[in-house]
């Protein structure tokens, strides 16, 4: 049953470690090069002695090259489950060739595992390595920036993308066993990986331990450290506040002293005319309108001490859902399928 | 062949609804072994239905059925022992010829590699050929030659010469036969062409309307229809119509 899974897989198999080879090699690289700048940075601090600001430029030069890396990594469970995994049973059901192997001496069941257990576990090899290489190639950057909890970053690092391509491949495999069709069990696929891929940091994460809470005065200083205010609705809030060694999860609309919030009349105004008075940084008169007011915003934090706690409960969540889809697949090939 | 003479094929009030649509309605049959079934009747009769149901691969409605007296793919040995040749004759194309006899090979612990080879040497199939370019003739001896190596009890063909010209239908017909002799095993064969199953069955089920019209040896049942002077397909029609009127 192995020789067979692998007969069949060896062409996906060799397609996916060709596409890692190349992978590999732009990350190797990517690595190299962060390692050179680094080195060439710190040597222009050891001078003047303050590495802070040196560093952090170093830091901001590669970013967003890692954050668009980040993003695409975000697509490599979508993409094994669409290709690796949908196919899996869907193929064999459209070529009819499944009432071929139902009838050799091997149960459906046994069939089914040894197929979901080959594939899942090459998916999962995979993305472990794809990480592996990725985490090594940001880890100077990500020492720096310190910003591993952050929610692309933390699905692109360390053990969560294992979990992630089991998912995948499990998902993969039930919707293929359920449309019994290849091209729209990728389809299905792909969206439901990329639904829960915004989903699960957004609504999921932030709730896998208590979040520590903290009110923060929001002062004109405050409120230009901030890196964007107010909202197409209008609403009262602002936009990428940050606290050291955090992931912040949860912020709340800016509140007034009695903790109601702010009246979006008295937002606007602050926001479209406000008093002039020469105030400078990056919004000028209306942090200083707004200052005046003496808010706060309610702040729900994860402290950087629980990332491993969170990468083992993330991995953990995917595991869980893709033994259930697995178990699922089970159960019904004995009992459903023609 | 089973030592003994447990039914090959053993139903009661076996019933399969798609919906509410009946592909085979209350059916009792007891079939003893070492036969040659010959199922027939025009399409949408419930030949595949009952077949697939005696292959384990769909399950009935309502009602039991026991093939070799268990039931139908109770567990891998009892597969085992089954060899089921579907419709169309579904191969792997990406596979060769060869690549399907190891899989035969590696997934039946009773696999019978001489057999095999000879087989498909016998029928002028090259093993390095991809079972994707292979005419509907020749696919079908694979799929035939996987089904009969594994050296099952029972037999289980689809319409397997349905698809095929003359000359192929003559030719897997006759490695049936000979598989049949070679093996012991029973056969059953579903085919709305009455001149294939005159030639190579022992026993005769019609099916029309998703029942059983009639079951039972060939010899019995010339002998009864028209004082045995009656053509099988005669004796056929004849149900078949009765069953219309």
């Known amino acids: 049953m192995i020789w067979l899974s692998w007969r069949q897989f060896r062409l996906p198999l060799l397609v996916g470690v060709v596409c890692l080879a190349l992978a590999a090699a732009f990350l190797v690289h990517l690595g190299w090069d962060i390692r050179e700048a680094r080195d060439a940075y710190e040597a222009r601090c050891r ?32 993409v094994i489950g669409a290709f690796w995994g949908a196919p899996l049973v869907a193929r064999e059901l459209e070529a009819g060739t499944h009432r071929l192997v139902w009838n050799q001496s091997v149960t459906r069941r046994r ?22 290489l990725l985490t090594w190639a940001a880890g100077p950057v990500d020492r720096v920036a310190d910003d591993r909890f952050s929610t692309v970053v933390f699905g692109a ?85 940050t606290l050291p060694d955090a992931w912040i999860s949860d912020v709340s609309e800016l ?23 020469g105030a400078t940084g990056t919004f000028g008169d209306t942090a200083a309108c ?21 990468q083992w409960i993330e991995s953990a969540f995917y595991l869980a859902l893709a033994a259930l889809l697995a178990a699922f697949g089970w159960w019904r090939i004995r009992r459903r399928i023609s | 062949m089973p030592p003994d003479s447990t039914p090959v094929l053993h139903a009661e009030g076996l019933t399969k609804r798609y919906g509410r649509r009946p592909a085979l ?102 093993p390095a050929q991809k079972a994707g370019r292979l005419s ?53 064969l579903s085919s709305h062409l009455l001149s294939d199953v005159e030639r190579v069955c022992d026993y005769l089920i019609v099916l029309r309307d998703s029942r059983v019209r009639v079951a039972g040896e060939v010899r019995e049942l010339l002998a009864v229809h028209h004082g045995g002077t009656g053509t099988l397909a005669d004796l056929v029609l004849g149900h078949l119509r009765e069953g219309s009127r």
């Open chain 1, 255 to 277: 509140r007034t002293a009695d903790g109601r919030p702010l009246a979006e009349a008295k937002f606007t105004e602050c926001f479209d005319d406000p008093p002039r008075t």
């Open chain 2, 25 to 126: 309605t209350d059916c009792h049959l007891s079939i003893p072994p070492g036969r040659v079934i010959g199922l027939v009747g025009p399409n949408g009769a419930g030949k595949t239905t009952l077949l697939q149901l005696a292959g384990g691969l769909i399950a009935p409605t309502s009602g039991t059925l026991r093939v070799l007296g268990a039931p139908p793919a109770a567990n891998a040995a009892h597969v085992a022992r089954v060899g089921f040749v579907a419709q169309d004759t579904p191969v792997y194309a990406s596979f060769t010829v060869a690549d399907h006899l190891r899989l035969g090979a590696r997934l039946n612990p009773s696999w019978d590699r001489s057999l095999a080879e000879r087989r498909i040497a016998q029928a002028g199939l090259n």
């Open chain 1, 111 to 132: 069939w089914f595992t040894v197929k979901v257990a080959v594939v899942g576990l090459a998916g999962m090899a995979v993305a472990g390595v794809a990480s592996a």
């Open chain 1, 290 to 310: 707004l200052g005046k007011l003496d808010l706060h915003v309610d702040i729900g934090y994860q402290p950087d001490d629980r990332y491993w706690p969170f």
């Open chain 1, 157 to 241: 690092r360390n053990i969560a993308p294992v979990a992630y391509a089991a998912f995948a491949v499990a998902l993969g495999v039930t919707a293929g066993l359920l449309t019994r069709r290849t091209v729209p069990a990728m389809a299905l696929t792909m969206l439901c990986c990329t639904v829960l891929q915004f989903a699960v940091p957004n609504l999921v994460r932030p709730h896998f331990m208590a979040a520590e809470r903290l009110s923060r005065p929001m002062t004109a200083e405050a409120i230009n450290q901030a890196r964007g205010l107010g909202s197409i609705t209008g609403a009262a809030v602002v936009k990428g506040l």
């Open chain 1, 47 to 78: 001078t003047p002695g303050d590495c802070g600001p040196v560093l952090a430029q170093f830091a901001g030069d590669y970013q967003n090259t890692l954050l668009f890396v980040a993003a695409g990594f975000a697509l490599l469970p979508a």
């Open chain 2, 136 to 188: 509907g003739g020749q696919r079908a001896q694979l799929a035939l030659t996987i089904a009969a190596a594994k050296r099952p009890d029972l037999l289980i063909l689809d319409e397997p010469a349905a698809a095929l010209d003359p000359l192929a239908r003559d030719a897997f017909l006759r490695s049936l036969g000979d598989f049949v002799a070679e093996l012991g095993a029973s056969a059953v």
